[in-house]
């Protein structure tokens, strides 16, 4: 399974960005899609992901700024960030899980000035 993201860059504080995942390879019907991310020093820690059922789980800071989707057909997931705030600067990865594998974009750049 490959992943390409985009859609990261450079924002203000209280700004809004939309990440896209892109998703190919040998895939199957049952899967879940999200976003990781990872700030300089820290350990990676989960965004957001969403079933292939569409069910969603968010860390608590994110919830209510940020909203996942995925386009079932095109297997793509979305991540739309609102209200960012300069502790969401990261690297953002996308993530595609199946049968206990994990797989993972190249990752994206989002950083929140002050």
């Known amino acids: 399974v490959q992943l390409v993201e985009s859609g990261g860059g450079l924002v203000q504080t209280g700004g809004s960005l939309r990440l896209s995942c892109a998703a190919s390879g040998l895939m199957f019907s049952i899967n879940t899609m999200g976003w990781y991310r990872q700030a300089p020093g820290k350990q990676r820690e989960l965004v957001a992901d969403?079933?292939?059922?569409?069910?969603?789980v968010y860390a608590d800071s994110m919830k209510g700024r940020f909203t996942i989707s995925r386009d079932g057909p095109k297997n793509t997931v979305f991540l739309q960030m609102n209200s960012l705030k300069p502790e969401d600067t990261a690297v953002y990865y996308c993530n595609y899980h199946q049968f206990s594998t994990n797989y993972w974009g190249q990752g994206t750049q989002v950083t929140v000035s002050s």
């Open positions: 969403i079933s292939s059922g569409g069910t969603t």
